[in-house]
């Protein structure tokens, strides 16, 4: 089953000023928000919080691996409960 879609070509003899000023700014946006996410990255990755993060991942996989059973039982109810709690509200 083949579509046929339409192709728009351009011309680059338009002028574009209007794109060409957001252009210019929207690297400089990019480029800060970049940075400051990255800031906030490295900074959570030197803090203890992400070290006990790392430790408790580290528990429950090994809970998992030693009771698989449960684990699933457990995953299975939450999945449960909140596929209610997120029904009532549509």
Do not use: C, W
């Not at 800060?32 to 580290?58: C, H, I, N, P, R």
């Amino acid at each position: 089953m083949e579509q046929e879609v339409p192709v728009v070509i351009h011309s680059s003899s338009e002028p574009e000023q209007d794109t060409q000023h957001a252009d210019s700014t929207i690297p400089e946006q990019v480029r800060e928000l970049g940075s400051t996410v990255s800031d906030a990255v490295t900074s959570f990755m030197e803090s203890e919080q992400y070290e006990q993060l790392k430790q408790t991942a580290a528990k429950v996989k090994t809970y998992i691996r030693e009771n698989p059973v449960p684990a699933m039982l457990y995953t299975l109810g939450a999945g449960t409960l909140l596929g209610f709690i997120l029904k009532r509200r549509h």
